[in-house]
């Protein structure tokens, strides 16, 4: 299957190239320019396993990057090299279902164990900053971006530890929209998985640890 890497600067883009080498096969490597992508009439023959974007630094620019070349060429892996943190792109990737969100500063065994790991099923995203330390049990806590009503409902049957399937059946959505509201979860939360989600919204007190909802979140009669 085909790697494709997109970035701007032809110097970095032949610099990624050569560390993607290092993991995959340098034959099924294919390296463009976002110009290029814009000027391409047709996919690629081969399915595309892996889709390595170099993100601009201009928030809207980058959004429509990733929205095009995802679209085109269908992956089935996603990872996007960022040279400006921005929390607008990042939570559009957790959203897209993105794997992997990491500096293009990273070193090259940096870069080369983030590809393997996302070839083997994993997600490589930034350590969340601005946490503060509860003040009782001396654990990472982060003031919680707003959650919908839906997203309420799903993280209480994440605590529960519940599959995507379960939760699926049981709010009556596919298992691709739970693992969407999932993945939003995990932003929101500044979480990696659904362990670390649940252990942040006990801390939180969104969930109480015996599973039973919080008073006046979703409760019912």
Known sequence: MTTVL?????????????????????????????????????????????????????????????????????????????SVLDQNVMGTCARAGVAGYLPKASSPDALAAAVSLVMAGGECYPQPAGRV????THAPMQELRELTQRQEEILQLLVQGKTMREIGQQVGIS????????????????????????????????VRSNNAPVAGKGESS
């Open 175 to 206: 298992v691709a929209t739970v693992k969407s509201h999932a993945r939003t979860l995990y932003w929101k939360l500044n979480a990696r998985n659904q362990a670390e989600a649940a252990y942040i919204a006990v801390q939180m007190g969104l």
């Open 133 to 136: 330390m509860n003040a009782t």
């Open 6 to 82: 997109i970035e701007d600067y032809a110097l970095l883009r032949v610099a990624i190239q050569h560390v993607l080498e290092r993991v995959r096969n340098a034959d099924d490597i294919l390296a463009i320019s976002p110009a290029h992508l814009l000027n391409m009439s047709s996919s690629i023959n081969r399915p595309v396993e892996l889709l390595v974007i170099g993100c601009s630094g201009v928030a809207e620019q980058d959004i429509g990057l990733l929205s095009q070349a995802m679209a085109f060429f269908m992956p089935k892996l996603v990872l996007v090299l960022y």
